[in-house]
């Protein structure tokens, strides 16, 4: 079971009764995914690379990330190829309450996005291509050295223990290039030293509005 809820900043997030968790932060939807995947990975890939930008999503959701990275770089001189995986995808009549696009033109991208075809590569627009997989990451098939950034979007470990393990961890680093580095909201103490143990090296930044911190994450 689903319901919308508002958040702090006006944007809406979504409680899953069954867990008892929201799928972002109750003092700002859009203000974290801004802060933590936009701010502190998406740009700061785009200070290093301007060509073409790669990105793994765990944890498509509600879509606000990719909605977010899409609308970020439409001006941009970079293409971006962006891989989301998602266990349980929103019907329609959930995404299409959710109140993140104000103007048409962000309306109409956001529902290109949710309306693409599940497990095929859709060019959503001039510079965004979008691949949406209906799988979970512990069953994905996942290439390896292929991505730049990756947006781990995941339930709080205390919900969703599996989705922190090692196994997990360990396979989606295996996903980053050289240079790629890992973001997430999660700024827990095993979750750092699990990625270190994994070869990266972990910095604890300010966290977005309710967070003291976050993790992100470098592969050299």
């Not at 961890?169 to 750092?192: E, H, I, N, P, R």
């Amino acid at each position: 079971m689903i319901e919308i809820i508002f958040t702090k900043d006006g944007s809406h997030t979504l409680r899953n009764l069954n867990l008892n968790e929201t799928y972002h932060s109750i003092h700002g939807a859009v203000q974290e995914s801004l802060h933590v995947f936009i701010r502190h990975g998406l740009e700061f890939v785009q200070e290093k690379s301007t060509q073409k930008i790669s990105i793994l999503e765990i944890g498509f959701g509600t879509g606000l990330n990719a909605w977010l990275t899409a609308r970020h770089i439409q001006d941009a001189k970079v293409q971006v190829q962006y891989v989301t995986l998602e266990s349980f995808p929103l019907d329609e009549a959930v995404w299409s309450k959710l109140n993140y696009a104000e103007e048409d033109v962000d309306k109409a991208l956001f529902a290109r996005l949710h309306l693409a075809d599940w497990n095929n590569a859709v060019q959503v627009s001039e510079n965004f291509n979008l691949h949406k997989k209906h799988v979970s990451v512990q069953e994905a098939d996942l290439p390896s050295s292929e991505f730049d950034v990756i947006y781990f979007d995941a339930f709080a470990p205390e919900k969703q223990p599996e989705m922190w393990s090692q196994d997990v961890l360990k396979k989606v680093v295996s996903t980053m290039k050289s240079g790629g580095v890992f973001v997430t909201y999660c700024a827990k103490g095993q979750v750092k030293r699990d990625l270190k143990s994994l070869g990266l090296t972990v910095e604890a930044l300010p966290g977005p509005p309710g967070k003291r911190e976050m993790i992100r994450a470098h592969k050299f």
